[in-house]
């Protein structure tokens, strides 16, 4: 048993948690018919990000790359944010991380710190490409808080302006207590840490959270910004999101427009509430009000 499961009687949520094992098992079993290809560069270049050629304008300066969540991929997390960014005139990029053999489409599964080197290799790419010095980092669950690895432990400091987390699992996560059930299904635990190690490592109290956290949240000469909804149903209890340390704003969604009512995925591919205020982190000379009448435009 991993020592950071602890046992509660909730039996009456067995049949959710059931449910969560049930898609987990569909999403990384490979299967005889399983033919889609991952999301490619070309695909996201035809909708206006990941242009190599792209050159970072005087207003901004910085190329951002974004980072999808767990189960996500470097197109779909991104059909709302990307091009509303290139749309106001960033160099947008997006990668692939955490894939698993056999696994296609759905990323962001394998080792949390592996997926940090795998950013690193990305971030040195698209610098080279675009001739910055820094980059700008927007992230969402998982990929909020793996690049806080890449900063703290692989030399991603130097290379980064801002981190902006939506939704991040910075702290690890309860999964609304579903993880406290784990006891109660044998061989349950094994499957996890086999089949989907990024699941494991985002628990609150891991190994992975554990050493991530220590010594602080943060690093000198980054800028962060937390972007969270109080209807996180993933990433739970969502205060955990919020990091403690200098350059730090955290943000609740519903603070800025409480008729947002986006949850943990919504908040980082529809809300344009949060969309304006990734913009506002990303260049905070320029920053406007975000209200439920920012979305405008």
Known sequence: MLPWFRAARVPRTRSVFAAFLLAVTLLVAPTATATAASPTAATATSR??????????AAHPRPVVLVHG?????????????????NRGYCVFSLDYGQLPGVPFFHGLGPVDKSAEQLSVFVDKVL????????DIVGHSQGGMMPNYYL???????????????????????LLGLTNLLPYFP????????????????????????????????????????????YDQVVTPYRTQYLNGPNVRNVLLQDLCPLDLSEHL????????????????????????????????
């Open 48 to 57: 206006g990000w990941n242009d190599y050629s792209c050159k970072p304008s």
């Open 128 to 135: 080279a490409a675009t001739g910055a010095p820094k980059t």
């Open 187 to 230: 061989g349950v635990e094994k499957f996890i840490n086999d089949k989907t190690p990024a699941l494991t490592d985002q628990v609150v109290g891991s190994p992975f959270i554990t050493k991530l956290t220590a010594g602080g949240d943060t690093v000198p000469g980054v800028r962060y910004t937390v972007i969270a909804t109080k």
């Open 152 to 174: 703290k432990f692989l030399g991603g400091a130097a290379k980064v302006n801002a981190l902006i987390g939506i939704a991040p699992s910075n702290h690890g996560t309860t």
């Open 266 to 297: 919504a908040i980082a591919t529809v809300s344009r509430v949060a969309f304006h205020e990734v913009n506002n982190a990303l260049d905070p000379a320029r920053a406007t009000p975000t209200t439920c009448a920012s979305v405008v435009g």
């Open 70 to 86: 767990t189960f996500g991929n470097s197109v779909d997390n991104w059909l709302g944010l990307a091009p509303y960014l290139v």
